[in-house]
């Protein structure tokens, strides 16, 4: 070891990113963090060493951030979500680090192979799928833009489940993430807040006559303690934070039990106490879950909120300043209870007059809508919210008719209106529309893509948008292409380098610049060269997975939907196209129809009975048409499992066909979409979410889309929609529907899949499957035309890749911070 480097000042060895300093810093906590040696040592001791070795560098450039953030006292955005799916963190960070090829050559000098301790590379569970990923993209994009920002979330134990297929059916089993330990997290008990459930209310008047609110006698409190994740930004001295919360028992240990010898009552207060941050999203399908859920939603947003307060408290002493400093979006409703909360901190606790208050929540918050399905719109019933947050329940109706009685004044004799923008839902269920509250308590609500904003303006929230025509704006959502092109697809990222520069990883619009090289046939040869690998590296994976070992030909169109399991997703269009395509090669073996592979990946929701029998429709039809030997080499069907972030790193640089396929009208955006064609991928789509902005951007020439719009989707639905004519009109649907009901792929068990017949054919086929399947099969005859023509098919890809600069995350957080957050980067 060069002794330059032992000999140097610990504080400035942790700045030093040589290779001989970050070998040192390794071997050090190997020994002293880890306590083992190299004979000893197993790959996690080590990953944990490299982890702590890099940590060590975050933390200098963290702790100044934080610094300069206090010091200058900007405005400061905080971003309020439920869900961060982080990914890989080691990954993450070596692309964002400038220092990844020191640490690569420090690893091998120590004997070390890189790719085999990125195999320990923890995935942090802490999401369920788009919503959670497009908060972790965002993250990346604050800190790459410099923008002071911090990120507040929840620290599940047990992220979204593992996801087993036994017998083709999903199981569902815990994801315990945290087993091993999670290296770059930093616990912060000096950081603890109360958060309280249950009691009563009690109004009394000082001596002055104004009112004073007492929540008493609440019960199962606990206090929410902090957990840091440094986020760094791409090449820049900006470290910003993602603080999660968990649940700690505010009473540890009941020793009068313990000494009367209930040696588990000593305890059981404490673990009931903790299950609050224990599971993301629990099962919601009876009371006790609703309860949990909405006791997880409150914990985070009252530790948030009481955080954010107390910063803003260390350097003003009033609250003029309070919407000058602040600015917190709320990721969809799961934060909505965020309004009321900041309303009881500054009424009750700080005693500011009620109107004051209402106006800095007004001017604080701003909502991100996600969907437009009514069943997603989340409500809580009265009853429950009355129970467990007796005070908030007074807030609320307080919110309400105050703004009811506004517009009553400003729309006099209007009572339909009044109880279509009332946040109280008086039938069936008399409830708390969280939607509604958080439009009437935010300055901006957005929605995630033209589409969607639009639907959002004219059919979701008509009544609202009429109220607040300023209120309702688009942000269409974005990727960051540091993880989902220069991570996940190097070889591709090194072209793009070579070809156009690196400008792209930080600005994407600079892949315009691959449209001057499309006439290159050298550079499309290297284009195709670098999908090839990555087929072939993704058919590698398939081979060897212990849940697959399945040959599939990387040679063959690899057709992928890789999306949570939902019926409005329509991975059962995509199914009946595969059935299809069976049918043909079985019936004409020398077609010339084009080799395919079919891959599908996603969770199902564990109570979502449907989509959990669509999978097992999937891996049923896979295991019959994988082992039939007419259709060998020409047709090949992959259910993934477990899909996450790390498969989804996989799957996507090796995928050439692109299935966004859902009911127009129903999809927000999209984010898959984005992430798939900036990896090269043709789309098949309807013109739903993003998908048309994805169009306007590569071209009607370049995108394969079909179907009803929404406009027509509705339409047909008002004119009376019958499937069954499509089913009657279609021979190719109707044999592969019966194929389906008869029990093709269920001999066992005949009936099986009857629910999912009945959905089409008996209860009015509610996402147009019959409708746009023939208009999907025509699209698809012109997918294969291209495939056959690799020239053209690589023109295509490229020309895909080059206009996705619209999708990177760093134009939609650029659009946030400069129209809705006021939020500026902070010169150094």
Known sequence: MNDSVKNTNPSTLHQDTSEDALKFSIAHHLKYSQAKSPRTATLMDHYNSIAFAVRDRLVEKWIETQNRYFTKDPKRIYYLSMEYLVGRALSNYLVNLDFKKEICRAIEKLGLDLERIEQNDIEAGLGNGGLGRLAACFMDSMATLGLPAMGYGMRYEYGIFY??????????TADNWLRKGYPWELPRPDYLYPIRFYGYVQHTSDQEGRGICHWLDSHDDVMAMAYDIPIPGFHNQTVNNLRLWSARSTREFDFGSFNEGDYVQAVTHKHESETLSKVLYPNDSNMQGKELRLKQEFFFVSASLQDILRRYKRNHSTFEQFTQKIAIQLNDTHPALAIPELMRLLVDREHRPWQEAWEIALKTFAYTNHTVLPEALEKWPVGLLQHVLPRHLEIIYQINQDFLSRVQVQHPGNPGLLKRISIVEEQPVKSIRMANLAIVGSHTVNGVAALHSDILKKQVFPDFNKLFPNRF?????????????????????NLLNETIGEDWVTDLSHMKKLVKHIDDASFRERWRQVKQSNKQRLAQYIRVDRALRLEVDPDTLFDVQIKRIHEYK???????????????????????????????AGKAAPGYEQAKLIIKLITSVADKLNQDVQTAGKLKLVFIPNYSVNKAEGIIPGADLSE???????????????????????????????????????????IFIFGLTADQVDATKAKGYNPRDHYENNPELRKALDMIRDGYFSPDHPHLFQPIIDALLVQGDRFMVMADFAGYIEKQKEVEALFVQPEAWTRKSILNAAHMGLFSSDRAIRQYSEQIWDVHPLTE
């Open 473 to 493: 704006t688009n942000v269409t959502n974005g990727i960051t292409q540091r993880l989902w092109l220069k991570s996940c697809n190097p070889e591709l990222a």
């Open 570 to 600: 329509r991975q059962l269009l995509c199914l009946l196209h595969t059935i299809v395509l069976y049918n043909r090669f079985k019936e004409n073996p020398d077609c010339d129809h084009v080799p395919r592979t079919v891959m599908f």
């Open 163 to 172: 996801q087993k297929i036994i017998d083709g059916y999903q199981v569902e």
């Open 660 to 702: 966004q396929i859902s009911t127009a009208g129903m999809e927000a955006s999209g984010t898959g979409n984005m992430k798939l064609a900036l990896n090269g991928a043709l789309t098949i789509g309807t013109l739903d979410g993003a998908n048309i902005e994805i169009k306007n951007e590569v071209g009607d020439d370049n």
